[in-house]
């Protein structure tokens, strides 16, 4: 286990104010709650972020989700438990987690589009781009889980 390295919230409060304001618009910007916490695993899954998967999955519990969705979501291709805007969620939140590797593809870019709205589409967009921001500091900074 690595050793923490700093607290991002003490070390800059202005920078950290500014990633909770980023936070709060996404959870109240209309996207299912549900929804989301898939799309902040699936990000900190690729990302390697234990702090964030830790809190992620015990939000997504708390809100109902099932054990089992949460077991799958690294499988989600091949589960059948994600509707089908779920699943165009997760694979745009995998081209934009991984866009040096995926350059965003059209194929992903209309699955997604065929299941939001411009304006959810933004907001889906801004929401992996603000989990992603997350994992970073969690990770850079080696933030810690908390235990259990």
């Known amino acids: 286990m690595a050793t923490a390295r700093l607290n991002a919230y003490t070390a800059a409060p202005q920078a950290m104010k500014a990633m909770v304001a980023l936070n709060d618009f996404v959870e109240g910007c209309g996207l299912e709650h549900s929804l989301l916490e898939l799309v902040k695993m699936r990000a900190s899954q690729i990302n390697g972020c234990a702090y964030c998967l830790h809190m992620h999955a015990s939000d997504a519990r708390r809100q109902g989700e099932t054990e089992m969705r949460l077991y799958l979501l690294d499988a989600w291709r091949e589960s059948s438990l994600y509707s089908e805007r779920e699943r165009a969620a997760l694979a745009w939140t995998e081209a934009l987690t991984r866009l040096s590797e995926t350059h965003a593809p059209d194929a992903d870019y209309e699955a997604m589009a065929r299941h939001f709205s411009a304006e959810e589409q933004v907001n889906l967009t801004v929401a992996?781009?603000?989990?992603?921001?997350?994992?970073?500091?969690?990770?850079?900074?080696?933030?810690?889980?908390?235990k259990g």
């Open 128 to 146: 992996i781009n603000m989990i992603n921001s997350w994992n970073r500091i969690a990770v850079g900074f080696r933030s810690q889980h908390p």
